[in-house]
C-alpha cells in the first residue's frame, strides 16, 4: 500500500525539508519520494536554496535520495540518534566538490551573490546548494537540531525552546499515549 505524500512537516529550511522526506506511520518508516513525480511534488512544497528546476528524471531522483539518505543519517547523528558515517560526509562533500560556487560581489553595496563555476546542469546545483544547507547546520554545530522520537513522526527540527523534545504538541501527546499503551502490555 502506498503512503500518501504529505508535506505537513516541511519546516521552511533547505537542510531540514531536504532530511524530512522520509517519515514515521507508527513506528515504521516510509519514503515519500518513490518516484520523479513525487520529486516534483518535493520541489514545489519544500524551501528551496536555489531556482527550481523545470524537470526532475529518474537520474535525478537517484542522486536526490543518494544525498539524502547521507545528510539524514549525518543529520540524526548530531541531533544523537545512529551513527556518523565518514562514507556520508565523502557523499556530502563530493557533491559539494561537484558544482562549486564562488561569493561574488552583488550589484547592491553591501550584497554577496554566490555564483556556480561554470555551467552546472539546474538540478546538480540545486543538490549542491542542499548538500552545502546542510554542511551548515552540521558544522556550525547548531545545538538546537533535534529529532522528535515521537511514533508518527521522526522529524528533524530546530528546538524553539530549550530541551523541547517534541516538534509539537501532538507528538507529546501521542509519545506519552503510546508509553502508557506499551507499559499496560508490561
Ligand atoms: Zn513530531
Do not use: K
Not at 59 to 69: I, S, T, V, W, Y
Not at 91 to 98: A, F, Y
Not at 163 to 184: D, I, M, Y
Request: charged fraction near 20%.
Amino acid at each position: 500500500m502506498g503512503i500518501e505524500l504529505t508535506w505537513e512537516w516541511l519546516e521552511g529550511y533547505p537542510s531540514l525539508d531536504f532530511a524530512n522526506t522520509v517519515i514515521r506511520r507508527g513506528w515504521t518508516e516510509h519514503e515519500l519520494v518513490t518516484s520523479a513525480d513525487d520529486l516534483e511534488s518535493w520541489l514545489d512544497a519544500a524551501a528551496l536554496p536555489g531556482p527550481r528546476p523545470t524537470s526532475v528524471d529518474e537520474d535525478d531522483l537517484r542522486a536526490f535520495l543518494h544525498l539524502r539518505d547521507a545528510a539524514l543519517r549525518l543529520l540524526r547523528a548530531a541531533a544523537g540518534h545512529g551513527t556518523w558515517h565518514e562514507s556520508d560526509v565523502r557523499t556530502l562533500n563530493e557533491t559539494l566538490l561537484g558544482s562549486p560556487e564562488v561569493m561574488v560581489l552583488g550589484e547592491e553595496p553591501g550584497s554577496l551573490v554566490s555564483r556556480a563555476v561554470g555551467s552546472p546542469a539546474p538540478f546538480t546545483l540545486l543538490l549542491a546548494r542542499l548538500a552545502a544547507a546542510v554542511r551548515d547546520v552540521l558544522a556550525g554545530p547548531r545545538a538546537d537540531l533535534a529529532l522528535c522520537d515521537a511514533p508518527g513522526c521522526g522529524q528533524l527540527f530546530f528546538q524553539r525552546r530549550t530541551n523541547q523534545a517534541w516538534c509539537g504538541p501532538a507528538c507529546g501527546n501521542r509519545a506519552r499515549v503510546a508509553r502508557h499503551h506499551s507499559a499496560g502490555q508490561g
